[in-house]
């Protein structure tokens, strides 16, 4: 079952069309892809199904709702968690105090408890420095903040932007290590991510996303194999 359906979407920026006509959809339980160069309209995609950016015309279906008649705060109480790039911890605050932040919409204190265990069992890190200001974190402990945060709403939908951007090569296969754990316990992710060898080895099916436009999709590893996504985005 779709739990997102994104149909002919446009998008402008003034008098230029950042998204021209794309569809796709995100089934329950998947990781789905959107790759593609800087510019392409990636994280255009992810700001304007958040309702950060409006339509210019389409139709955005989130779990049987129609996205247009939402108003963007009330999309974590519905089931959409949005880790954005550059990750966006509030910085004068405990690691604690962001990840309960990340569960306000929740009414049940026992609830949010049990999924914060939750969270500092996939992200240990995280307990040890619960009382540690988030700035001080480096920014691979701030993007599991991110993450976790995001998790604190239990989310059904997780849409997740440039996880691994500006981070180390071990702090980047980290990242991608607990995506692939989030998917193995069914959370369902629309991963934007420039990084498309890795993106594309968490994912179930991509989107390939050239200037507003969706020039390819299919099954993750079947593109991995592709020879224009290859040369194009793999370095190969």
Do not use: C
């Not at 998204?19 to 790759?35: C, M, P, W, Y």
């Not at 069914?186 to 991509?206: I, M, Y």
């Not at 224009?228 to 190969?236: N, P, S, T």
Request: neutral net charge; charged residues 25%; proline residues 3%.
């Amino acid at each position: 079952m779709s739990i997102l359906e994104v149909n002919d979407l446009e998008v402008y920026y003034g008098v230029i069309r950042a998204l021209k006509s794309i569809s796709f959809r995100v089934e329950e339980g998947e990781t789905v892809a959107l790759i593609g160069a800087n510019g392409a309209g990636k994280t255009t995609t992810l700001h304007t199904i958040s309702g950060l950016i409006p339509m210019r015309k389409g139709q955005m279906i989130f779990d049987g709702k129609d996205l247009s008649r939402i108003k963007p705060h009330a999309l974590a109480a519905m089931g959409m968690a949005h880790v954005p790039e550059g990750r966006r911890v509030f910085a004068d605050m405990t690691v604690l105090q962001n990840l309960k932040l990340g569960a306000f919409s929740r009414k049940q204190k026992a609830e949010t408890e049990e999924t914060l265990q939750m969270v500092y069992a996939r992200f240990p890190r995280l307990e040890e420095r619960k009382n540690q200001i988030a700035g001080t974190l480096s920014g691979g402990e701030q993007q599991m903040l991110a993450i976790g945060r995001a998790l604190m709403s239990r989310p059904k939908l997780v849409l997740m932007d440039e996880p691994s951007m500006g981070l180390s090569p071990i702090f980047v296969n980290e990242i991608f290590d607990i995506i692939a754990g989030m998917k193995a316990d069914g959370v369902t992710v629309l991963l934007v991510e420039q990084n498309a060898k890795k993106a594309l080895s968490v994912a179930d099916r991509a989107y390939v996303l050239e200037t507003g436009e969706i020039v390819l999709s299919g099954d993750a590893k079947e593109l991995m194999d592709n020879e224009r996504i290859r040369k194009a985005y793999l370095g190969e």
